[in-house]
């Protein structure tokens, strides 16, 4: 008896003492998780964030942008066709843009942009910092463009930091280009810090094709200012656009850069082949008439042909023949897999320095930029290793001033900059091209003038306001700062 | 000992002068009996036994028995005889063993309490039913039985109250989510912890889809760290893998105040089950042979009258024309009316044939005084009611356990099991390679057979239905159904061993020493082919992964059993677990099939970032529990668990769960009364966690895909070959701790009438506390979320269960059994947030204030709900004003109607649907006569909401019999005929405000692809429905054949013939398949976002024959 419970209590013992050892608890696998990397370098963070801003210049956003432009039509009756009707919300699947709003900020995105500059200033490389800085400055740029007043001076300070105003967010930008201009000029001095070199996916390293790349940059966001600040920001942007991308051939163009791989690939690309609502965006009637009116020699290049061999487009309103519509099925090149969309290019850069002189009354410099812009071969919108196509260059135009020549400078930015998210930002400025308002039962009497702030932000960030405080008091009419006017009528100012 | 010759002389002396006694007892003794209920109806499965001598028998279905004792064990002595069977008092005699025979018999009564019955209440405890503090819902083998479930966890549906079971839908294998008393975690599984025979085993679902992060569009993260299951197929459940003939018994501790001696895995209760063994006594032999006739219960009225086109034109579907190419006027069925004398086809039926389940089975079983065994196999294969050979679920098991008493006081066992599961499965749900979505959206007039087309024998649908020679690589938009059926491969294939050794040691009769070693190994291999010309994916599409789940459990208890006095005792126990959780998931796509077949990796051209996911789990825990009785009236337990786990966080490695009851048998103080002859009242309270997700803690880079506009699209970090990498956008806990839900529970049980009646009723309130969420961030501040111990909601409710026996004679007898419950869950805080996303297809959210996995959605404006700042028109002539003016005097709710006679979308999101219920409750009844039995089940929900994203759906593309009616419209704004005025005769009835409320509009395309198409408009009110139902969830009747001539005949001694139903008849409100379908299915369901159909497949009814040989 007593041996039995000797052997019943040492055994009890024994068992009960394994688990006193809280190392059975703790170590690999167990205390960290054995599946993600816990740390980046400079390199890897940087080919990160421009993958991310790749999907964002080319995500729902721009998709949108392109039907409410009406650039684009949208068809199927699913979300795309909803977004270009204004059937938007904070809570829609397009036009909340909850992920287009992450790609700005999150992992990809400002976070790691920022991260990046702090790594570069940690190795003392100017060029890594100033080229994350104009990486910088298109996203938030581009952020403030499509929501307005938007978080950002206090992003690192407050965890629901409060909306900039828009205008302060373009001070920023100006100001971190302009860094960055500087900081560039240095690192083509330093023999020591090499950059990223071929990280870099835009430009390989070459620090003199960021610089002229910013300057226009910095010209785009003057103009952004223009319809409320007038001459003064015209005249910001004529000078910054001097110093900007000179080079007709493309190659000095801030682009993409994509391949055949699944996760690599131009978005509008992928989107035709990988999902079925690729289908659901199709041509814009508005814009192809426009080509067509011109015998425009990027239709090719930016739609299939229609079943009757020709191309066009369909309209919100004027339900088309479906065989008159064009679509993107058959990959144009602008939606190839590979085609390195431009964001920032030579032609923006000669039909900002057109406008602004227009604008301005310096007409004949306005024409010789808009000539510049339409002698350029198609090859500007191709690859440039796919070298020239045998396609003929717009023809020049000549004694055309005034509201005419302010009309043509602003419908050729309409057709160079399809797809780009730029395209809404002229139409905003200055109602050209006069696309109609779509008839919609969603309430909207005008063209949407920018979209919701996400449900994820407002959930969490009392700065955001309701949806419907959103609309603003009139009603559907919600517009950015600087966008002073609805347009309702085609003006010219 | 060392035996000495002077030893072994007595020795020896000793035996010669035994001998003529010994050889005298060498005859043995057969002890034979009947044994009847107290109606005197013969009871069939007692066991008969002498517990001194370890021996018994199994009565036959004639109620008799018969025990042999070994002669070498019969010296005269009297010995005390029990019988026992499960809803029987037990009964005892005493006999004295004589040589030759012995006879007893006994006559059981009705025991609807079970008082006096081990129940086992887990980790190594037991108790005895009339002891329980809580309240206790059990399930035998024979309602188990009864269900005719394939899933083991769905023959639990309707047994107990507040125990929702949902079937994923009516595909074979289709997974089953089970929750007992709401959703009590955000991140957890909020399934209770499945134990198999003292060991906890893996309930788990993986999708495949997880394998394909790019083109799965779902969004939130799981308890399993995967994702949603709104496309590809179906996922079954790993409980799936257990053969429900060999349950035993299942006890459900439903909550903390019962659970909490599981500790930081208990939370959402646990289901204890307890396979069958084997009894000492004649080896007994079963055959069990079932088929069933499986059909589908409900299909979707679809149009016949409109052609494919839009806008009232009829698209062009000669070859080349319009309808070769996916996009345009072909996607829908708005064309002209289909000219009488055209052929149309029947989309909604044309899929479905009558399925089968075909289970054969059998059991041998027996065993002596000293070694039990059981052994058993089975083999079921569930062919579903998709036509084809690439539906079904097939499942062979085997099982072992055996018991051996290799000396008086240490009994040594095993238990193995062996279950190897292959299941083929149909895309289905959001997605274009999906069996219902290309079926249900194809116009009337197309023929989707042949599905290849007869030149080219290439894919055709009804957006492509003319291919050419150099279209194979075309999209084809949506896939032809049947070619989905018969070209998809989409399969799983699963080898699963469990099972545990186990010892009983007894080193003084006060004292008990379990201890069990258990492991759980499944491996899993899945593969999903899609086919060259699949949309979407054209070229071709591989899924190929492994899921590796390897889990060991070390459990041991003491327990030490003391008396005081007679009327004061108890016991108390010791125990230790350790638990080691590992699973593996391996997997990647490729895309562009090389050739066309095999379906296999190597075979493609491009492959994605592979899935290569692990997690490790340990876990380390005491746990002590005491018992006293007092006067054996008034029982006490309390317990307590220190448990440590790796997930916790190195901050906080181990916490404490305690619990306490008492129960109260106040009939024996104050005496039985005529109407009452039992009463009990408990109290309980007791606390239970779950862990941590793991790796919260950890800050990390992701690999993978960031951006994109649909699924199929995005990027990830690395490009051009240059490694890249991106911040996760969790930010890291800084410490985490197990969730802890408290729950108190109070009830009484009362035996009334002389146990003609019994009644159960309860009351609970469970508070989940520090539940873990992952904390939605501001976005703009880099990270979007962060896990934290950060909400808190409360599930309180009641619970009653009535069964009543009005008839009860020896050749016949009547029970009725009425379960109804009621639990309602709140969300009281997240945090400082208001809302929280848990849905993966819909904005489900948990949100404070309102029960969890409400909807937060898009609706009309409406009067009194929606914001009176909205500007909205005010007369029929331009005129603008606030919707809070035009609503002045209006009642609450009023819908507004716009100059254009249309209602307006809200721009601010609301709570539109609620998808939990009411309340449930269920029905049961049986009637016995002679061997005759008849029993159903009624399944009661009520209340709660579904989407019905498949109606929107249908509405927008015109094939829905909604549809039929409509105006014919030119475009979207312009449409003449089928007028109607929201707010009367019938449409849309209720108050209305606003200056086009008594204008009547044509509804046609207008309304049903502009407006009302909620999953492509994003107005979700017009998709809304009531999820409420009453199923007939069982039938079955059986009859027992066991007269002389069966053991004459074929050598067995009676056959059980069994006819049986399941989900027969739903009665509903609901227009789609089945209010029980969840597009997500366990994985959506356990994060609380049920409610969601979208294009599932169809739920099913069954006729179930079976056949029994016993012997």
Same mark, same amino acid.
């Given at each position: 008896m007593r041996r039995n419970m000797n052997v019943a209590l040492a055994s009890l013992g024994l068992l009960l003492g394994t688990a006193a050892c809280n190392g059975f608890l703790t170590g690999d696998k167990l205390s960290s998780d054995p599946n993600q990397p816990s740390a980046a370098s400079i390199q890897q963070l940087f080919v990160g964030v421009q993958a991310g801003q790749f999907a964002f210049q080319e995500g729902t956003v721009p998709m949108m942008i392109c039907m409410w432009v009406q650039a684009c039509g949208g068809t199927n009756g699913r979300f795309v066709e909803q977004a270009g009707r204004y059937f938007f919300g904070e809570g829609s699947n397009i036009g909340a843009n909850g992920g287009d709003w992450a790609l700005v900020y999150d992992g990809g995105g400002l976070v790691d942009i920022r991260q990046v500059e702090v790594d570069a200033r940690a190795i003392g490389d100017s060029g890594y910092l100033a080229i994350a800085k104009i990486w910088e400055a298109l996203t938030m740029g581009t952020a403030s463009d499509q929501w307005g007043n938007i978080p950002y001076s206090q992003v690192t300070v407050s965890p629901t930091p409060p909306l900039d105003n828009r205008f302060a967010v373009l001070d920023s930008v100006q100001k971190l280009l302009d860094q960055a201009i500087a900081e560039l000029n240095f690192a083509n001095t330093d023999t020591v810090h090499k950059g990223p070199l071929t990280a870099d996916l835009v430009f390989g390293g070459d620090y003199t094709k960021w610089i002229p790349a910013a300057w226009t940059l910095k010209a785009r966001y003057y103009v952004h200012t223009a319809e409320s600040l007038g001459t003064g920001a015209y005249t910001n942007a004529i000078n910054a656009a001097l110093n900007g991308? =000179?080079?007709? =051939?493309?190659?000095?163009d801030l682009r993409a850069f994509h391949t055949t791989a699944s996760a690599e690939r131009n978005m509008w690309g992928a989107f035709q082949s990988s999902s079925s609502f690729g289908q659901d965006v199709i041509a814009g009637k508005f814009l192809v008439d426009i080509m067509n009116g011109r015998s425009d020699p990027r239709l090719p290049a930016y739609f299939c042909k229609n079943l009757l061999g020709g191309y066009g487009g369909q309209d919100f309103n004027t339900p088309q023949p479906n065989n008159t519509v064009s679509t993107f099925q058959c990959k144009p090149l602008r939606f190839g897999d590979t085609y390195r969309m431009p964001y920032v290019s030579y032609f923006e850069n000669e039909l900002i320095l057109a406008e602004a002189y227009s604008a301005t009354g310096d007409d004949g410099s306005a024409l010789i930029h808009l000539n510049n812009e339409r002698r350029l071969y198609v090859n500007t919108v191709y690859p440039p290793t796919a070298g020239p196509p045998a396609t003929a260059a717009l023809p020049l135009l000549s004694g055309i001033t005034g509201p005419a020549l302010f009309d043509s400078i602003m419908v050729e930015k309409y057709v160079a900059m399809f797809q780009n998210m730029e395209t809404v930002n002229d139409y905003r400025r200055t109602c050209i091209p006069a696309v109609t308002v779509v008839i919609n039962t969603a309430g909207f009497k005008n063209v949407p003038g920018r979209l919701f702030y996400p449900r994820s932000e407002r959930n969490v960030n009392s700065n955001i306001p309701d949806p419907s405080a959103q609309l603003g008091v009139s009603g559907h009419y919600f517009r950015n700062q600087g966008d002073v006017t609805a347009c309702t009528v085609q003006t010219a100012p | 000992m060392r035996i000495t010759r002077s030893r072994l002389v007595p020795i020896i002396v000793s035996a010669v002068l035994a001998l003529p006694a010994l050889l005298a007892a060498q005859e043995p003794v057969t002890i034979t009996g009947k044994v009847t209920s107290d109606a005197g109806q013969p009871l069939a499965q007692v066991e008969v036994a002498i517990p001194t001598m370890g021996l018994g028998a199994l009565t036959k279905d004639d109620g008799r028995y018969a025990i042999v004792v070994p002669g070498a064990r019969v010296s005269g002595q009297t010995v005390t005889l029990v019988a026992r069977r499960l809803g029987y008092k037990s009964g005892t005699g005493q006999i004295t063993l004589a040589p030759g025979g012995v006879t007893h018999d006994f006559s059981l009564a009705t025991n609807p309490l079970q008082l006096g019955e081990v129940v086992v209440t887990g980790a190594g405890t037991s108790t005895e039913a009339q002891k329980l503090g809580n309240v206790r819902n059990h399930v035998d083998a024979d309602l188990i039985q009864k269900a005719s479930e394939t899933n083991a966890v769905q023959a639990l549906a309707g047994k107990a109250p507040n125990v929702t079971v949902v079937q994923q839908s009516g595909d074979p294998g289709a997974g089953s989510f089970i929750n007992i008393r709401g959703i009590s975690s955000i991140l957890g599984s909020n399934q209770p912890l499945f134990v198999v025979d003292g060991v906890p085993v893996d309930n788990s679902s993986f999708s495949t889809s997880n394998f394909n992060r790019l083109d799965d569009g779902a969004g939130a993260v799981s308890a399993t760290g995967g994702f949603g299951q709104t496309e590809g197929t179906v996922v079954t459940n790993r409980a799936a893998d257990i053969n429900p003939n060999d349950i035993e018994s299942v006890e459900i501790l439903k909550g903390p105040a019962a659970s909490a001696i599981y500790g930081a895995r208990a939370a959402a209760g646990v289901i204890l089950i307890t396979t069958k063994s084997g009894r000492s006594g004649p080896t007994h032999f079963t055959y069990r042979s079932s088929s069933s006739f499986d059909d589908v219960n409900h299909t979707y009225p679809l149009q016949t009258s409109w052609g494919q086109g839009d806008f009232g034109v009829h698209a062009d579907t000669s070859p080349g024309g319009d309808c070769d190419s996916p996009s345009g006027v072909c996607r829908r069925s708005w064309g002209s009316p289909i000219p009488a004398g055209q052929p149309v086809f029947d989309h909604a039926n044309d899929l479905y044939r009558v399925g089968h389940t075909f289970d054969n089975g059998f059991t041998v079983s027996g065993g002596n005084d000293r070694t039990t065994f059981y052994l058993s196999g089975d083999n079921t294969y569930n062919q579903g009611v998709i036509v084809g050979p690439n539906d079904f679920f097939s499942r062979s098991t085997v099982r072992a356990k055996a018991s051996h008493r290799i000396l008086d006081n240490l009994k040594l066992g095993a238990d193995l099991s062996f279950a190897d599961t292959r299941a083929k499965y149909i895309q289905r749900g959001n997605n274009v390679n999906g069996v219902q979505l290309g079926d249900l959206r194809t116009p009337p007039e197309f023929n989707n057979l042949p599905y290849l087309d007869g030149v080219y024998a290439q894919h055709r649908s009804y957006l492509f239905q003319h291919p050419s020679a150099t279209s194979l690589f075309d999209d084809r938009g949506f896939d032809n159904p049947f070619f989905v059926i018969f070209q998809d491969l989409n399969q799983s294939n699963v080898g699963r061993v469990y099972g545990n050794v186990n010892a009983e040691y007894l080193p003084m009769p006060w004292l008990k020493i379990n201890y069990t070693l258990g492991a759980d190994y499944s491996a899993d291999e899945r593969l999903e082919g899609l086919p060259v010309s699949s949309s979407s994916f054209t070229g071709g599409r591989v899924v190929e992964g492994k899921i590796v789940n390897y889990l060991i459990d070390h459990n041991f208890t003491a327990t030490a059993n003391f008396a005081v006095s007679p009327d004061y005792g108890g016991s108390f126990t010791l125990g230790q677990n350790l638990n080691t959780r590992n699973v593996r998931e391996l997997g990647d796509v490729g895309r562009d099939l090389v050739a066309t077949q095999p379906f296999k990796l190597s075979n493609t051209v491009n492959r994605d970032l592979p899935l290569d996911n692990e997690t490790v789990i340990h876990d380390a825990s005491w746990f002590g529990q005491g018992t006293f009785d007092i006067k054996d009236q008034l029982h006490l337990t309390a317990a307590l668990r220190n448990d440590g786990s790796s997930t916790f966080g190195r901050q906080n490695l181990r916490a404490w769960f305690p619990k306490g009851s008492a129960a109260w048998e106040f009939t024996k103080a104050i005496g039985e009364q005529s109407w009452l002859s039992y009463g009990k009242v408990r109290v309980a309270y007791g606390e239970a966690g779950q862990e941590p997700l793991p790796y919260l803690t950890s800050q990390n880079y992701s690999a993978g895909i960031i951006g994109g506009i649909a699924q199929g699209t995005g990027n990830t970090p690395t490009q051009n070959g240059i490694g890249g990498l991106a911040s996760s956008t969790l930010r890291a806990a800084n410490v985490l701790k197990p969730e802890r839900s408290k729950e108190f529970e109070t009830g009484v049980d009362l035996g009334l009438f002389k146990d003609r009646a019994d009644a159960s009723i309860t009351w609970y309130s469970k508070k989940s506390q520090d539940v873990i969420l992952l904390t939605p961030l501001s976005p703009s501040t880099g990270y979007t979320q962060q896990g934290a111990n950060a909400a808190t909601l409360q599930n309180r409710g009641w619970e009653v269960a009535l069964n009543v026996r009005p008839v009860q004679t020896a050749d016949y007898g009547w029970e009725v059994g009425l379960q109804w419950a009621r639990n309602r869950n709140k969300t009281l805080s997240l945090g400082g947030e208001q809302f929280l996303t848990i849905g993966d297809f819909n904005n489900q959210v948990a949100m404070v204030g309102q029960p969890i996995g409400v909807y937060l959605g898009s609706g009309f404006l409406r009067c009194g709900v929606s914001s009176g700042q909205n500007v909205v028109d /005010?007369?029929? /002539?331009g005129g603008t004003d606030t919707l809070g003016a035009i609503c002045k005097g209006k009642p609450n709710g009023a819908l507004y109607i716009g100059a254009n006679g249309f209602p307006q979308q809200d721009p601010d999101l609301r709570v539109v649907q609620d998808p939990n219920y009411d309340w449930t409750g269920s029905v049961r009844s049986s009637f016995r006569y002679h061997k005759l039995q008849i029993s159903g089940l009624v399944d009661i929900r009520h209340g709660g909401q579904i989407w019905n994203g498949t109606k929107g759906a249908l509405w927008s593309y015109g094939t829905h019999q909604d549809t039929q009616q409509r105006a014919t419209c030119v475009s979207a704004t312009a449409c003449v005929g089928n007028d109607k005025t929201f707010g009367q005769g019938g449409w849309w009835d209720g108050p209305v405000a606003g200056p086009g409320s008594d204008t009547a509009v044509p509804i046609g395309e207008n309304w049903y692809k502009f407006i009302a198409a909620c999953p492509f408009i994003g107005i979700d009110e017009p998709c809304i429905e009531d999820a409420g139902f009453v199923k007939l969830r069982e039938v079955s009747v059986s009859y027992t054949i066991d007269a002389p001539w069966v053991q004459r005949a074929i050598g067995f001694s009676s056959i059980d013939l069994r006819v049986s139903g399941r989900n027969l008849k739903t009665w509903t409100n609901y227009t789609g398949y089945d209010p029980e379908t969840s597009l997500g299915g366990a994985i959506s369901s356990a994060s609380g976002a049920g409610g969601v159909d979208y294009f599932n497949n169809p739920q099913t009814r069954s006729f179930v024959f079976s056949v029994t040989l016993n012997h």
């Open positions: 991308i =000179s080079d007709a =051939s493309g190659k000095s | /005010s007369d029929l /002539s």
